[in-house]
């Protein structure tokens, strides 16, 4: 699942957990234009099961090149 951190009603944080409960086997990656701590992210949110982070802006080749690598 790819989700942008931050979001109008609701925080990709927020949506990964509410999704996790659903299915806690679901790989999240979190795409941004804001510098993130992963470590502490990985800290603050532990079940979040943290795939990878990709920081915007991103060219399309390497969004997919990595989603790919992610799922496999």
């Known amino acids: 699942m790819l989700v942008d951190v931050y979001m109008p009603d609701m925080s990709g944080f927020e949506l990964s957990e509410k999704i996790l ?3 806690p086997n679901l790989r999240v990656c979190f795409i941004s ?3 993130l701590n992963m470590q502490a992210l990985r800290e603050i949110y532990p079940k979040l099961g943290f795939g990878c982070f990709i920081k915007k802006p991103v060219e399309m080749k390497y969004l997919i090149e990595r989603l790919c690598s992610e799922l496999d």
């Open 21 to 23: 409960e659903i299915d």
């Open 33 to 35: 234009a804001a510098e």
